[in-house]
Nanobody, 113 residues
Framework: QVQLVESGGGLVQAGGSLRLSCAAS????????VGWYRQAPGKSRDFVAY???????NYADSVRGRFTISKNSAKNTVYLQMNSLKPEDTAVYYC???????WGQGTQVTVSA
């Protein structure tokens, strides 16, 4: 069973940057897509970004131009570079494997005003 582990979250001021990582337990990212989602308190889990097995990227409108998804298949890791962070980006961020559907445990991102 594939396991995903997110890391890189933390507390940052508005306008700052963070890079999240999603590490897999095996060499899977060359054959699978990965999505990043986020969930703020009391809200639904929303799509943030996606990268396909061949590297095609897709973003939510709210983060396009500020966030960048990338992967290093040799390191079994997918990244989410987050720049120009806003307080409304505060949430727990999760990665998800496609088509398997496995989720990581999440990493907290808090952006202060």
């Amino acid at each position: 069973q594939v396991q995903l582990v997110e890391s890189g979250g933390g507390l940052v001021q508005a306008g700052g940057s963070l890079r999240l990582s999603c590490a897999a337990s095996g060499s899977i990212f060359s054959d699978n897509g990965v999505g990043w989602y986020r969930q703020a308190p009391g809200k639904s889990r929303d799509f943030v970004a996606y990268i396909s097995s061949i590297g095609t990227e897709n973003y939510a409108d709210s983060v396009r131009g500020r966030f960048t998804i990338s992967k290093n298949s040799a390191k079994n890791t997918v990244y989410l570079q987050m720049n120009s962070l806003k307080p409304e980006d505060t949430a727990v961020y999760y990665c998800k494997l496609y088509p398997d559907g496995a989720w990581g445990q999440g990493t907290q991102v808090t952006v202060s005003a």
